[in-house]
């Protein structure tokens, strides 16, 4: 009988590799709580009513992509394929509105979407993503970019090109639907099956199709900036004014677009060249509409996500994978001294240090073998002697300097013991 592996599109994240996540996760933290950011934790599954409400029916998200399933209690159930849907349904279910003025959150996990698995694209994936709800101040879609660029900057990844467009509001892009599906009626026997299908359900879309005949059709069609009345003309403006301010550089990309009518004004994607075909790490924008889709008052925000797989990728590029090395190494053999092994590495542990125990009980020159495979600063070493006097051998390992103590003298002097673990570790 095979053993049982993983679903398709679903990895393990082994700890070869965890030292990328956590170390995206606690530059995300750092940067995102500087700026006043909470996060927050909704629920991995959700009523399924909310994606359909809150994502649209006529995306592919909901319509070929979702986990739903129905629960012993004949719920609709589904695993949620985004973020933001889950933290605007909290929003309104917590009354986080009634604080007043802005919210601030940020969100970290996995997402679920029936997709086809391939380079940087997957069933499980997972996202950090962050919303800024109650102002619709041009202020907060520049704060929200420059705090992802930001993110990306201090992960050392500077190649990386963030283009942006406005869809407007609600009558621009109304107007503009009309012009589109004009535009496109003539062509329609020449546009892909799926833009075809598009053309009545969400005609924005057939501008996002990466097939290669509708391209060129897409290539004349109508430009969404010229629909743009004056309202979101001026805020557009004050968007790029406010990203050249912060010296963040950018492209304006007509037909990066957002379908549904509760996205407004800016959308934007930050983008990478050494990703192939998934070269979108973050993807956000403007959504005023949402708050009252989900039935909350009128309330304007604005929000992102960023895709940490593929990010993970780009990090791999760069840079070998943060690797955990133990400060010291302890190895012991006999009853009585690996019994006073796990105690000392216990009150090594209680004191700051990195310990890691030997418990293989081999002999000797193996555990010290697999010391020094550890990349460990300092091996420490009880045999039965040493259990026997309350001593304990201490080695550093890349001198190869020994001394003997006692037990007592180590934890008296375990305050300079620290800072030559320091010493050695710069070196
Ligand atoms: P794509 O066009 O690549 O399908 P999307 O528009 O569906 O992206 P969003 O819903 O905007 O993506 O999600 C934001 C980010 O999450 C993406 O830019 C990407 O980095 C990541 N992402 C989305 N879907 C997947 C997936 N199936 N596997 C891995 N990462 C993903
Ligand atoms: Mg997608």
Not at 200 to 222: F, H, W
Not at 228 to 249: K, Y
Not at 278 to 302: F, H, I, K, M, W
Request: net charge negative; charged share 25%; glycine share 10%.
């Amino acid at each position: 009988m095979g053993t049982i592996q993983t679903p398709p599109g679903t990895r393990d994240i082994l700890p070869e590799e965890i030292g990328y996540w956590q170390y995206v996760e606690n530059i995300a933290t750092q940067i995102l709580s500087r700026a006043m950011y909470q996060e927050i934790r909704p629920p991995i599954f959700e009523q399924t009513s909310l994606f359909e409400r809150g994502i649209g029916e006529a995306t592919d998200v909901v319509g070929k992509e979702m986990y739903t399933f129905t629960d012993r209690g004949d719920r609709s159930l589904t695993l949620r394929p985004e973020g933001t849907a889950g933290v605007v349904r909290a929003y309104l279910q917590n009354n986080l509105y009634a604080a007043g003025g802005v919210q601030r959150l940020w969100y970290c996990g996995p997402m679920f979407r029936y997709e086809r698995p391939q380079a940087g694209r997957q069933r499980q994936f997972h996202q950090i993503g962050l919303e800024l709800v109650g102002t619709g101040d041009p202020r907060g879609d520049v704060e929200a970019i420059a705090l992802a660029s930001n993110i990306l900057k201090s992960l050392g990844l500077r190649s990386l090109k963030l283009d942006i467009n406005s869809v407007g509001d609600r009558s621009d892009r109304q107007r503009y639907r009309e012009a589109l599906v004009e535009y496109f009626l003539p062509y329609k026997e020449e546009l892909d099956p799926d833009s075809q299908d598009r053309l009545e359900r969400n005609p924005l879309r057939i501008l996002d199709s990466k097939n290669e005949r509708t391209k060129e059709i897409n290539q004349n069609a109508p430009n969404i900036l010229q629909y743009l009345g004056d309202n979101s003309q001026i805020h557009f403006e004050q968007v790029q004014q406010l990203l050249g301010d912060l010296g963040i550089e950018y492209n304006i990309n007509p037909c990066l677009v957002r379908g549904l009518d509760y996205y407004t004004h800016t959308a934007f994607e930050i983008i990478s060249d050494d990703l192939g075909a998934q070269a979108t790490v973050c993807g956000g924008g403007r959504y005023d509409g949402l708050v009252e889709e989900l039935g909350g008052n009128s309330t304007p925000a604005v929000g992102w996500a960023i895709g940490m797989e593929r990010l993970i990728i780009l990090l791999k590029q760069l840079q070998s994978s943060p690797v955990r090395v133990p400060d010291i190494y302890l190895v012991s053999r006999g009853e009585a001294a690996e019994a006073q092994g796990l105690i000392l590495a216990q009150k090594l542990r209680a004191e700051g240090l990195t310990v890691e125990l030997d418990m293989s009980g081999s002999a000797f020159g193996k555990q010290f073998k697999r010391a020094d495979r550890s990349g460990a600063i300092a091996c420490l070493i009880l045999g039965e002697e040493e259990a026997v006097n309350q001593t304990v051998q201490l080695k550093w390992l890349q001198t190869k300097e020994q001394q003997t103590m006692t037990q007592t003298e180590l934890f008296n002097q375990v305050g300079e013991l620290r800072e030559q673990l320091g010493r050695h570790r710069k070196q």
